[in-house]
């Protein structure tokens, strides 16, 4: 049975991009594209990992991800975002994601790599 994955990313070309990706490497992708479907989900749980992007329509990513652990969902979150400062980075990580990519440094190989170490 393949591993659940939980991508939450409103941009069309990245989503679709990412989603089949993921599912070309044997995962299952469920693919929502704002905040209150993001919170939605990591409660509904049964993702081994959540790919979150912070700039989300209906709710900040980071705002998902401090819902999701004060929640205590425990799900691993990879952020990816087109946010490179030190000040997004840093909350992000101190809100409990596991990792943290920018949009503008990875490509898939790296992104598989993360995925393999947080799983």
Do not use: C
């Not at 044997?26 to 959540?50: F, P, Q």
């Not at 990513?61 to 205590?72: C, E, P, Y």
């Amino acid at each position: 049975r393949p591993m659940r994955v939980l991508l939450i990313e409103d941009d069309r070309m990245i989503g679709e991009g990412l989603s089949n990706g993921l599912s070309a490497e044997g995962y299952s992708v469920d693919w929502v594209r704002d905040g209150g479907e993001a919170e939605t989900a990591l409660l509904n749980g049964g993702h081994a990992l959540a790919l979150l992007d912070l700039g989300l329509p209906g709710g900040d990513g980071l705002r998902v991800l401090r819902s999701a652990r004060a929640a205590g969902i425990d799900t691993s979150v990879l952020i990816i975002t087109a946010r490179d400062g030190l000040e997004s980075r840093v909350a992000g990580l101190d809100l409990g994601a596991d990792a943290y990519l920018t949009k503008q440094t990875f490509d898939q190989r790296k992104l598989l790599d993360t995925i393999g170490q947080l799983l």
